[in-house]
């Protein structure tokens, strides 16, 4: 059973950096392409930011310069390392994985429950 567990989620101010963690168990990360989403209520959640097995990387612009994914193949953890955080970036943040067939867009077939980002201004 394929489980993805988010953490690093919390309260911060404006400008703040935040370290997201995702540890994956029940499959062989290594062959798998990783990649973090966000939601807010009543929105379609979207690609934050997205690894392949092979290190190719994606970015939401507004991520960019910000944000750095990254993965410890060897310890089946995923990591979004995001600075200069904005009330924007809001607020639940999931980790998800793919076969490693994809590229960072996905599609996505195994989700973590999330992790609560909260900027304040």
């Known amino acids: 059973q394929v489980q993805l567990v988010e953490s690093g989620g919390g309260l911060v101010e404006a400008g703040d950096s935040l370290n997201l963690s995702c540890a994956a168990s029940?499959?062989?990360?290594?062959?798998?392409?990783m990649g973090w989403f966000r939601q807010s209520p009543g929105k379609q959640r979207e690609l934050v930011a997205g690894?392949?097995?092979?290190?190719?990387?994606y970015y939401l612009d507004s991520g960019k310069g910000r944000f750095t994914i990254t993965r410890d193949d060897a310890k089946n953890t995923g990591n979004l390392k995001m600075d200069s955080l904005k009330p924007e970036d809001k607020p639940v943040y999931y980790c998800?994985?793919?076969?490693?067939?994809?590229?960072?867009?996905?599609?996505?077939?195994?989700w973590g429950q999330g992790t609560q980002v909260t900027v304040s201004s």
């Open positions: 029940g499959l062989t990360f290594s062959r798998y392409t």
């Open positions: 690894i392949t097995h092979g290190g190719g990387t």
């Open positions: 998800a994985a793919a076969d490693s067939r994809w590229g960072p867009h996905g599609p996505y077939n195994n």
